[in-house]
């Protein structure tokens, strides 16, 4: 007896150890911050071997990253050990970056600062084939600093360039566009400035373009629609103004296109839908306006949808119920009205449900109940006016939101006080649940109320066994 009560304190202990875990992973979710990375960044993880986590890293999730390190981390090549094979040439030019972007604060610099312009190859971060041509170099997060020289033409068998991460400014150098074998640029976390660069429209075998948090402005040069390789392409955080670059819409390789945080503005095009092989779309934080197109129902690989803080206003297309794919989905901060539709329940893999701060009416559907994988939801500032259903969540379900709304119709008692319930799980405006957290919400008072259930729970679990 006193073994089984013993086990029943420690379900118990646990389970309130459970509960102040529960939301705390989301911090400020429910806030107005305009900070881009809270609601759906997962991991953090960086694409492409940039070290920020602290911005501009939500919708890059283990997927992509590991996608980036593939394209990036490939090292088939072998630095020739006879260096008579090398180009002097393109040693030089790799010199002159030396010179220019403060190479003697370089956090590794091996080889460099030679004055043996047959030994590039070895330098560090330097890759060659085995004909001795500096095919990839690799200066991420290398303390390189200045502009770079424009001498790009003297190093035409690049296939890779890493630039990430370090305190490149000015613009991109011309002589890019004769480095046509390029596959993948990265030049994430650089105060990079001047209007993109036409050279990625003649390049035939460019996979992936890495060029988020710089300062480039204009637009996507209607070139690039040549670009039909490319299916990584990131251009957030920087200062991009304009509509929806068409040439982005002929580009049906895409995997993942990101240009978040940018002062795009207009409609979204219909075209849009052209892309159907986007796994990541991620516009979070422009200007945009008007309907989401319904064409975005042709995009059944998405994975990941995040179309917040716009002004995007009318009803969520039904079309967007096709997207069985997808797994997260941030339609926040927004002008959308209508209904949640019941066809919410085929998409059954969403385990991140964010469309707090529109104007959504009538019921949560009952159809929430077979959404097993969520892990997170947040409805709150809304205007939901009808029933909360008395499905269950999977439990735990991490985190979950939906203050304030105006539900009509709640569960009885038994469901809002039944743990696995999506009533007991969420902040509902049902009286019982809310009734001291009503006026406002924010992860932290969701957290408490969360908390506060668990502790009275634990409570009347102790008073009962003794
Ligand atoms: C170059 O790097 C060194 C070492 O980090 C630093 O002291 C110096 O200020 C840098 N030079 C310039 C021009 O920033
Ligand atoms: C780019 O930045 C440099 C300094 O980093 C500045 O001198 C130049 O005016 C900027 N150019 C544009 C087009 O903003
Ligand atoms: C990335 O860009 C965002 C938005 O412009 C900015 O808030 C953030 O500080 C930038 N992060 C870094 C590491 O530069
Ligand atoms: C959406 O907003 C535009 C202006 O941005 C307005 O003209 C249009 O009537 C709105 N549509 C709906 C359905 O509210």
Not at 43 to 52: I, K, P
Request: charged residues 15%.
């Amino acid at each position: 007896m006193r073994l089984i009560l013993g086990i029943l304190i420690l379900l118990a202990i646990l389970k309130l150890v459970t509960c102040q875990d529960d939301g705390s992973d989301l911090g400020d979710d429910g806030s107005d911050s305009d900070h881009p990375s809270d609601d759906l960044s997962d991991t953090s993880s960086e694409d492409a071997g940039t070290s920020d986590t602290s911005d501009g890293s939500d919708m890059t999730d283990t997927t992509d990253a590991t996608d980036a390190t593939d394209n990036l981390g490939t090292s088939d090549n072998t630095s020739p050990t006879d260096s008579g094979s090398v180009n002097p040439t393109a040693c030089t030019a790799l010199n002159q970056w030396y010179t220019s972007l403060n190479g003697t604060g370089w956090a590794a610099r091996t080889g460099w600062g030679t004055t043996d312009m047959s030994t590039c190859c070895t330098w560090y971060g330097v890759e060659c084939s085995i004909l001795g041509q500096v095919t990839k170099i690799r200066l991420g997060s290398n303390r390189l600093q200045g502009q770079l020289p424009n001498n790009l033409n003297m190093l035409p068998d690049l296939t890779m360039i890493d630039l990430s991460n370090n305190r490149l400014y000015g613009p991109l150098p011309d002589t890019l566009s004769s480095v046509t074998k390029l596959q993948s640029f990265n030049a994430n976390f650089n105060e990079l400035n001047g209007t993109l660069p036409t050279a990625f429209g003649s390049m035939l075998a460019l996979t992936s373009v890495y060029m988020r948090n710089n300062s480039f402005t204009g637009t996507v040069p209607d070139n690039w629609e040549s670009s039909l390789t490319l299916t990584d392409l990131y251009l957030g955080s920087n200062k991009l103004t304009g509509p929806f670059p068409t040439a982005l819409t002929k580009l049906t390789k895409l995997e993942y296109l990101v240009i978040d945080n940018n002062g795009f503005n207009g409609a979204l095009p219909n075209e849009i839908g052209n892309l159907v092989n986007l796994f990541t779309l991620n516009l979070k934080n422009n200007n945009f306006y008007g309907p989401i197109p319904s064409t975005i129902g042709s995009l059944v690989r998405l994975n990941t949808l995040t179309l917040s803080s716009q002004a995007l206003n009318g009803t969520i297309p039904d079309t967007i119920y096709n997207l069985v794919n997808l797994e997260k989905l941030d339609l926040s901060n927004n002008r959308l009205t209508g209904n949640l539709s019941p066809k919410i329940g085929s998409l059954v893999k969403l385990t991140k449900i964010m469309m707090s701060h529109n104007g959504l009416t009538g019921d949560i559907p009952d159809q929430f109940g077979s959404l097993t994988q969520l892990q997170s939801v947040m409805l709150n500032y809304n205007s939901f006016n009808g029933q909360f259903p008395a499905t269950t969540a999977p439990l735990p379900l991490g985190f979950c939101n939906m203050i304030p709304n105006q539900f009509q119709t709640c569960p009885d008692k038994s469901v809002l006080g039944n743990v696995e319930s999506l009533a007991f799980q969420c902040s509902v405006d049902c009286g019982l649940i809310t009734g001291t957290t009503k006026k406002k919400s924010s992860g932290v008072q969701v957290t408490h109320s969360i908390g506060k259930i668990c502790m009275a729970l634990f409570v009347s679990i102790i008073a009962l066994l003794l």
